[in-house]
């Protein structure tokens, strides 16, 4: 069966430090990859989505980048983050012909 | 840009009602999902209705389409205290995969 892993759970960085998010899934080839931000008490944001390795499209002008070195692998990095950048940070992955998403457990990242 | 407007934005119900939650989009659409996300947790897939679908059910579940009228419902049956969470519609933007979520309704069932 599939399975999608996001990593870390909580994250308390520092305005102006790096960030690195990673998402990995498991049991399945080819995925789309999406990464998608919820402020507090509101809807999701759809920031990232990749069909491919190296393929990224950005939904959003922001602090952050996207990167999917590996088909199933798919990290989302800021050079210098803003206070801005808190938010709950969510991977999604679809495929095999399935139109519906499958999310990880998100990471809720504080800038403070 | 948002596409998916839920309506209401809270509800609150005891246990053993229906709940009814509402979404509105703008454009024309391929699909319509609804998820629901436990506080602090990813979100997961409950129902999926294509567009050339009016009405379909899951369980308690029964959800509608208008697409005349762009808008969705959900319904709960027999809500539960465990149904407790955060409801989204989200529709296809066109290209098959790429969601736009709405804002939520935010359910809780009192026992």
């Known amino acids: 069966s599939q399975t999608i892993h996001q990593w870390p759970a909580t994250l308390v960085q520092p305005v102006g430090s790096p960030l690195s998010l990673e998402c990995t899934v498991e049991?399945?080839?080819?995925?789309?990859l999406y990464w998608y931000r919820q402020a507090a008490g509101r809807g999701l944001q759809l920031l990232f989505y990749?069909?491919?390795?190296?393929?990224i499209s950005s939904e959003v002008p922001q602090n952050l980048s996207a990167s999917r070195p590996q088909d199933r692998q798919f990290i989302l990095s800021s050079k210098k983050l803003l206070l801005s950048d808190s938010g709950f940070y969510l991977c999604?992955?679809?495929?095999?012909?399935?139109?519906?998403?499958?999310f990880g457990s998100g990471t809720q990242l504080s800038v403070l | 840009s948002q596409q998916g407007e839920e309506d209401p934005q809270a509800l609150s119900i005891q246990e053993g009602e229906n709940a009814t939650m509402n979404c509105s989009y703008k454009?024309?659409?391929?699909?319509l999902q609804w998820y629901r996300q436990n506080s602090g947790r990813g979100l997961v897939h409950l129902i999926l209705i294509r567009s050339n679908e009016r009405e379909k059910h899951s369980g308690r579940l029964r959800v509608t389409l208008d697409t005349s009228k762009k808008s969705s419902s959900l319904l709960i049956t027999a809500s539960r205290a465990a149904d407790t969470a955060s409801y989204f519609c989200a529709t296809d933007a066109g290209w098959g995969g790429k969601l736009i979520f709405g804002q939520g309704t935010e359910l809780s069932v009192k026992p």
């Open positions: 454009t024309s659409i391929n699909n």
């Open positions: 990749s069909v491919g390795i190296g393929q």
């Open positions: 049991g399945t080839s080819n995925p789309n």
């Open positions: 999604a992955w679809s495929g095999g012909g399935d139109e519906k998403l499958f």
